[in-house]
């Protein structure tokens, strides 16, 4: 269970928010891919940018910005754009996540105990639990998730909207950073 792709402390999470990912690492290895993506038409940049995000109004504010100087500049663009969505725009969002899964081998037990706290979390605040595992070894990703669930189980809604929103800009800011990287190494996808 790496980055929720599509999936931080290593204690449960609390009212706390752990850092964004950062993007200072590796900062040479993202530009090459950042001029890609720059050079990308407007229609392939927005449809990869739903692959970070589902919010169409997300994906189409930051690919009409390009070029971006730097890859700092497209976080804090993938921020901004973050904190204006609507409510149905994280709604839209949230429909196109999908609920961090265990690996196979993983003990049975351990997948009924994730898949009933999912529906216990869906049952309450009717969409999918999100959570940005970034920093996690996948050994502890289980015991995150299931604490998290637990915790934000007891947030009033109004509170676990806000708490969705940002673990939504944290996965998008780790997605981003992948696909620039992914640009990088494809050197051209088109």
Do not use: K
Not at 23 to 40: P, Q
Not at 85 to 95: G, H, R, T
Not at 104 to 116: E, K, M, T, V, Y
Not at 163 to 188: H, K, N, P, W, Y
């Amino acid at each position: 269970m790496p980055v929720q792709s599509r999936s931080t402390a290593p204690t449960p999470v609390e009212a706390s928010v752990p850092d964004p990912v950062s993007a200072s690492t590796h900062e040479s290895a993202h530009s090459s891919g950042l001029d890609h993506f720059n050079a990308w038409p407007r229609d392939v940049a927005e449809a990869a940018l739903l692959e970070c995000c589902g919010s169409r109004r997300w994906a189409a504010r930051l690919a009409a910005h390009r070029p971006y100087p730097d890859l700092g500049a497209v976080l804090a663009a993938s921020d901004e754009a973050g904190y204006d969505l609507s409510p149905a725009d994280i709604a839209e969002a949230l429909a196109a996540e999908s609920a961090p899964c265990l690996h196979h081998a993983a003990p049975r037990s351990a997948h009924l105990a994730l898949r009933a706290a999912h529906a216990a979390y869906e049952s309450r605040f009717g969409h999918v639990f999100v959570i940005c595992l970034e920093g996690l070894r996948p050994s502890q990703h289980v015991d995150q998730v299931l604490a998290a669930i637990r915790t934000r189980l007891a947030h009033e809604p109004d509170e676990e909207r806000c708490l969705t929103a940002e673990e939504m800009r944290r996965l998008a800011r780790g997605r981003i950073i992948e696909l620039v990287t992914d640009a990088g190494r494809a050197q051209s996808l088109f």
